[in-house]
């Protein structure tokens, strides 16, 4: 099971919905605004002055002409990942004695099914960097494969195979934080995104990682509507160790250690924002590993 890949799903939303802006920054709807004319005389009032406390640099980026997104959003980032196949390269247990490996005896695979749904707030600090932070809750079902290989009993050579499916479900609270930087050009952007993820689930440690990604799209109009269209890609560093302990009435504590990531640590994804006037904004974005598993993104937002 993949213990840490679906914290960092809210990660992957968290990006989309800072690289919306991010279009936003380089023209508003598609088409390059016009530099402000120039002052005509001197009798005549002076331009009005960027009046937000973020972003920083603002008005340097108005005088070049281009059009800044309202500096504060707050989104509800709901994520669906299905089918993702995890690898387990080495278990070890111990009873009541330091653990030692049993992969010898257990090959471990895994696939999971997650839902996560976080509050994420986000901050223009210049017009090309914003800032984000994220929490909320996250289920998670998997279903691990067990291969259990063993001496066969008594004076005959060989070996015994079990074959054993075991599925669990586990809850947890997720929290991260994370960057983006952008870039444009006419209808054209570029967006590089990097997050960090830390949650617990109630085991001897908490579970840690990090994605980056980089996306490209474009910047237009569909109909009255301004719209935003890209594909991206993301490496998903989750891989790590899970480690815990059961106490057993009257045997012991049974402590466990399991070594995973995941089968194929690419993600790919398009995906598209629709911005239904400055303050209201909804992020829609489908993802793969191309290996089976998909990820899915909601995210309606509010900026002010």
Do not use: C
């Amino acid at each position: 099971m993949d213990l840490i890949l679906r914290f960092l799903l809210a990660a992957l939303a968290s990006t989309a919905v800072a690289r919306i802006a991010a279009a936003d920054v380089v023209s508003d709807g598609g088409e390059q605004s016009a530099p402000p004319p120039p002052v005509a005389a001197a009798s005549e009032p002076a331009p009005a002055r960027y009046d937000r406390v973020l972003p920083f640099m603002a008005d340097e980026a108005l005088k070049s002409g281009h059009e800044l997104p309202l500096p504060f959003g707050v989104a509800l980032i709901t994520t669906g990942l299905i089918n993702r196949q995890i690898d387990v390269t080495d278990v070890r247990v111990g009873l009541n004695s330091p653990v030692q490996s049993v992969s010898q005896f257990v090959q471990l695979g895994s696939k999971s099914n997650v839902f996560n749904a976080n509050l994420k707030f986000d901050a223009w600090l210049l017009p090309f960097l914003n800032v984000y932070a994220l929490i909320g809750p996250v289920y998670n079902k998997s279903t691990s494969n067990a291969l259990i290989t063993v001496p066969r009993p008594g004076p005959l050579p060989g070996e015994l195979q079990f074959e054993k499916e075991v599925t669990t479900e586990l809850n947890g609270v997720v929290g991260g934080a994370g960057l983006t930087l952008a870039a444009g050009y006419n209808s054209f952007f570029i967006v590089a995104d990097v997050s960090y993820i830390q949650s617990d689930l109630g085991f001897d440690n908490a579970f840690k990682g990090s994605i980056a990604t980089v996306r490209t799209g474009w910047n237009g109009k569909a109909g009255v509507m301004p719209v935003q269209v890209w594909f991206g890609v993301g490496d998903w560093k989750t891989d790590t160790t899970v480690n815990g302990h059961v106490d057993l009435e009257g045997v012991g504590r049974l402590d466990f250690e399991a070594d995973q990531r995941p089968h194929t640590p690419w993600m790919y994804d398009i995906g598209m924002n629709l911005t239904f006037n400055p303050r209201v904004q909804l992020v829609i974005d489908f993802g793969s590993d191309l290996n089976g598993g998909y990820v899915f993104v909601v995210g309606p937002t509010y900026r002010f």
